[in-house]
């Protein structure tokens, strides 16, 4: 009876009540709206614009924002720029202290305007603005200020300004394309690194080093106000057209900024139409960082002038809500151990015409044919794709960057599957018909039926080519390779070259000491190990090849090794920034937004170890000194030295105790299997750290109890203390909902209980906010569940 009575309070009486509250069109102190359908808004005096809680399509979440009102599709042109995404029954609350207030259904804030002590009303006015008015008519707080992915008229964009797309169509988290008004004048658009903010090289310039601002005037036209009042058009003059029209200017999810218009008087089909975008095809950006225009292993095309992505044969969407993400790969891209010398017997290639990932070479060979192009792929356990076009050859990694699809592309490309991915050998229903012999195996029949001088003869050939291939491909003479992996292998005496006789000492490890070496032009980690490591020839070559079927963006890379005589060396990609532990450990205290972005960088690195591998690999000994950082402050996973490797088919292994202490499962004390579970608990240790700030163990402060963090951790979150374990890092406390998330997910990761730790895809999935993570137990014991 009391729900009937709710209902009926919804859908009669509050609808009244919120109109009272807007008395001449202002929006009195102690207003609210409630995230419900049909809620009547806050309007502006003439109608044009309306705040409140607009409902996403084929979703039970709403989107706090404001839009045109009187347009059919009720277009958003803002939200906030956090958590603007929030369940049915949440509440926006206009309050005297806090200005704006967004709660959820329990009464949790997820967003504020700010705080305000003289708070007189809101208003909705007709440009767009929702406008926090003060005592004496001040204005004290405006959403102009803050802008979603849209700019409107009267709008002014400042030096320093930014405009974020949103992730999707019906996603309003911030995406990864950017609209900046940078510091020197120039106006740019550039994709962004999720989820931190780093600002890949942009795609769009005006080439301006004097515009002060970006003016959207009340005509419609937009234009760079210059020094000495000169001014730079964007919109092009007469492009306007005649009449009253609604005007805006967007940055698309697909990274295109566009200017619009629209009727005011709605007759017949009316719809926005486009005055100008920039730029002309997004799909031909250049070779820049990050993805592309689409998602990684996504390809771009133009269909009558507007961006389109899609996933080949082959791939699949990795958010099949989100058609402009990132493709997962149907088949296995890493090889095991075997599959080098039987590439042919164990692999194939789909093919594609007219389309290019151009950012994602990692080998060009030049002159060669389409035949030996083929063949070089399928004999590297590297190689996923090989792009063939006038007599050249470009091999390429697991992930594809910068995808287009164009006619004038001209080349094919061969996508490597492994036979087995489909049952019984046969070729997996999604790569379509094909022929069933391959033009290698025709090669293969000529050989056996031909003459035996014939044989010699292309034998010797394609010998010849490939050496002069290789040749091509190194800096230095390399000697041949004696451990079964296709990792360059050195001489010691050209390390000691390389490395100017071990001159430059980067670092310590736990198995030998790391120098600074260059190879050609490239800077390079040379970690020289010790003679205890020396000894065990197996760990030795079981560390070769667990790094070289490694290949993940959050994972050291591995370039090369040394197996000369005593002499045992390893090669690696330098990484500029260090270790984790200096950089979180320091006299500074890093960023939240650069925390957060490494604890998940760590993640995703951790959970291709886990699940992405051919051969699960378990790390064993996770740690902020066994996570580097490159140039741009990305994680990388380190120093397999101590890796246990699990057959696929395997679930667990006995050994001995390895890790460090502060870091270790209690598992290593017990006579228990050890499982991927133990490298959840060092991260969940690890991640408490990145969260804090502070050392795993930390006797000599004094303060018992916070001498051990998982205890502190957890006394902190159970008395609702957070601000205490972060001491009042005043970033992170105003990412509450994401810090809560960062920290039950690490409370979740050190349960005593291993069955009780999430997988590392599950932590990975939660801190960027796919799953929900729900209230942990106490770590030591509980008998609840992570779900």
């Known amino acids: 009876m009391a729900r009937v009575l709710y209902y009926v309070f919804l859908t009669f009486f509050l609808p009244l009540l919120i109109a009272a509250q807007q008395t001449n069109n202002s929006v009195a102190v102690g207003a609210s709206l409630i995230a419900t359908d049909n809620i009547v808004p806050w309007l502006s005096p003439a109608g044009d614009f309306a705040f409140g809680f607009q409902r996403i399509n084929g979703q039970n979440l709403f989107v706090l924002s404001v839009w045109y009102d009187k347009i059919p599709d009720k277009t958003i042109i803002w939200y906030p720029d956090t958590n603007p995404m929030v369940p049915r029954g949440s509440k926006v609350e206009l309050t005297n202290e806090r200005g704006l207030v967004l709660s959820d259904p329990q009464g949790r804030?997820?967003?504020?305007?700010?705080?305000?002590?003289?708070?007189?009303?809101?208003?909705?006015?007709?440009?767009?603005?929702?406008?926090?008015?003060?005592?004496?008519?001040?204005?004290?707080?405006?959403?102009?200020?803050?802008?979603?992915?849209?700019?409107?008229?009267?709008?002014?964009?400042?030096?320093?300004?930014?405009?974020?797309?949103?992730?999707?169509?019906?996603?309003?988290?911030?995406?990864?394309?950017?609209?900046?008004?940078?510091?020197?004048?120039?106006?740019v658009l550039n994709a962004r690194a999720i989820p931190s903010y780093y600002a890949y090289k942009s795609y769009y310039s005006s080439n301006t080093s004097d515009a002060e601002q970006l003016i959207f005037d009340t005509s419609g036209y937009m234009y760079l106000m210059r020094r000495n009042d000169r001014r730079l058009d964007l919109t092009p003059r007469g492009a306007l057209p005649l009449g009253d029209y609604y005007h805006r200017a967007t940055i698309g999810f697909d990274g295109v900024f566009t200017q619009y218009y629209h009727p005011k008087t709605l007759t017949g089909n009316t719809s926005w139409e486009v005055i100008w975008f920039e730029p002309e095809n997004i799909c031909k950006t250049g070779d820049v960082e990050g993805s592309g225009a689409c998602g990684f292993n996504n390809v771009c095309g133009l269909v009558n002038s507007t961006p389109t992505c899609e996933c080949q044969q082959g791939f699949s969407l990795l958010d099949?809500?989100?058609?402009?993400?990132?493709?997962?790969?149907?088949?296995?891209?890493?090889?095991?151990?075997?599959e080098e010398n039987?590439?042919?017997?164990?692999?194939?290639f789909i093919e594609f015409t007219d389309i290019d990932w151009p950012s994602s070479d990692y080998m060009h060979m030049i002159p060669i044919?389409?035949?030996?192009?083929?063949?070089?792929?399928?004999?590297?356990?590297?190689?996923?794709?090989?792009?063939?076009?006038?007599?050249?050859?470009?091999?390429?990694k697991i992930p594809l960057s910068n995808g287009r699809k164009d006619n004038s592309v001209n080349k094919k490309v061969f996508l490597k599957f492994r036979k087995s991915d489909s049952p019984s050998g046969s070729v997996p229903p999604f790569l379509g018909n094909k022929k069933d012999k391959r033009s290698l195996i025709i090669l293969g029949s000529v050989l056996v039926s031909t003459s035996m001088f014939v044989n010699v003869i292309l034998i010797v050939a394609v010998c010849v080519g490939f050496f002069l291939i290789h040749k091509a491909t190194k800096n230095i003479h390399l000697s041949r390779n004696t451990i079964d992996t296709n990792v360059p292998h050195y001489t010691y005496q050209e390390l000691v070259e390389v490395t100017s006789d071990f001159k430059d000492e980067l670092g310590k490890g736990a198995f030998g000491i790391v120098y600074k070496g260059v190879?050609?032009?490239?800077?390079?980690?040379?970690?020289?190990?010790?003679?205890?490591?020396?000894?065990?020839?197996?760990?030795?070559?079981?560390?070769?090849?667990?790094?070289?079927?490694?290949?993940?963006?959050?994972?050291?890379?591995?370039?090369?090794?040394?197996?000369?005589?005593?002499?045992?060396?390893?090669?690696?990609?330098?990484?500029?920034?260090?270790?984790?532990?200096?950089?979180?450990?320091?006299?500074?205290?890093p960023t939240w937004k650069q925390r957060s972005y490494i604890g998940v960088g760590i993640a995703k690195g951790l959970s291709y170890l886990h699940e992405g591998c051919t051969t699960q690999v378990i790390h064993c000994d996770i740690k902020p000194q066994n996570i580097l950082l490159d140039e741009y402050y990305n994680a990388k996973i380190a120093d397999f030295g101590l890796a246990k490797l699990l057959m696929m088919s395997a679930s667990a292994t006995s050994t001995g105790i390895r890790g460090t202490k502060g870091y270790i499962a209690p598992e290593w004390f017990r006579n228990t299997p050890i499982t991927v579970k133990v490298d959840v608990y060092s991260f969940g240790v690890l991640l408490l750290e990145i969260i804090s700030c502070r050392k795993s163990l930390l006797f000599e402060s004094g303060n018992e109890d916070r001498a051990i963090l998982t205890d502190w951790a957890w006394d902190c979150y159970k008395e609702g203390r957070i601000d205490a374990f972060v001491e009042n890092d005043l970033e992170a406390l105003d990412d509450y909902k994401n810090l809560t998330t960062f920290l039950m997910v690490g409370l979740w990761c050190v349960q005593e209980n291993p069955l009780l730790r999430p997988t590392m895809r599950m932590v990975t999935q939660s801190l960027e906010g796919v799953i929900e993570v729900i209230e942990p137990p106490c770590p030591f014991p509980s008998s609840a569940r992570y779900s």
């Open 369 to 396: 044919s389409e035949q030996e192009c083929q063949k070089s792929c399928l004999e590297d356990c590297l190689c996923a794709v090989a792009v063939y076009g006038s007599n050249e050859c470009w091999k390429k």
């Open 109 to 187: 804030e997820v967003w504020t305007s700010g705080n305000f002590s003289d708070l007189a009303y809101g208003f909705m006015n007709d440009t767009g603005n929702f406008v926090l008015v003060g005592n004496g008519s001040r204005k004290i707080w405006e959403s102009f200020s803050f802008m979603g992915d849209t700019i409107l008229p009267t709008q002014v964009m400042a030096r320093g300004g930014v405009i974020n797309s949103r992730k999707s169509e019906t996603n309003f988290t911030r995406g990864r394309f950017q609209l900046r008004l940078l510091q020197d004048g120039n106006l």
């Open 519 to 589: 190879i050609g032009t490239n800077i390079v980690a040379v970690k020289k190990l010790d003679r205890a490591f020396q000894d065990a020839d197996k760990e030795f070559k079981t560390e070769i090849n667990a790094i070289a079927r490694t290949h993940h963006k959050n994972l050291v890379q591995l370039l090369g090794y040394c197996d000369d005589g005593e002499q045992r060396l390893l090669i690696y990609e330098y990484m500029s920034n260090g270790t984790l532990s200096d950089f979180l450990f320091g006299d500074m205290r």
């Open 320 to 338: 099949p809500s989100d058609p402009n993400g990132d493709c997962k790969p149907d088949f296995t891209p890493s090889c095991s151990e075997d």
């Open 342 to 348: 039987n590439g042919e017997e164990m692999f194939d």
